[in-house]
């Protein structure tokens, strides 16, 4: 599974972007696709994931949920993250990532995007 990850951009504070993630390979559905973020000079976080073998549910940390949501398009092997009102701290390279049990842990997850760069300016 190959992963890429689009869609970042600069911002202003309270504005919106939706994130991207492609997949390439076979049986997209069967994966969770999580997205994390890391802000520079921190670790990488978990940010939200569409979990498939929970049915397609959605797990968000905290820091983001009602603020972002994530979806996926199983017919175009596609992930994508709806984040409103973006604040500062949002500011960080977002990733995109697959793997079959996967739900919040980076060790979860098997496959990587390279990162796309969000920046919000207060």
């Known amino acids: 599974v190959q992963l890429q990850a689009f869609g970042g951009g600069l911002v202003q504070a309270g504005a919106f972007l939706r994130l991207t993630c492609t997949a390439s390979?076979?049986?997209?559905?069967?994966?969770?696709m999580g997205w994390f973020r890391q802000a520079p000079g921190k670790e990488r976080e978990f940010v939200a994931a569409a979990i498939a073998w929970s049915g397609d549910s959605t797990y968000f940390a905290d820091s983001v949920k009602g603020r972002f949501t994530v979806s996926r398009d199983n017919a175009k092997n596609t992930v994508y993250l709806q984040m409103d009102s973006l604040i500062s701290e949002d500011t960080a390279v977002y990733y995109c990532?697959?793997?079959?049990?996967?739900?919040?842990?980076?060790?979860?997850?098997?496959?990587w995007g390279h990162g796309t760069l969000v920046t919000v300016s207060s």
């Open positions: 990532a697959a793997g079959k049990l996967a739900v919040a842990h980076a060790g979860e997850y098997d496959y």
């Open positions: 390979g076979q049986n997209f559905r069967d994966y969770t």
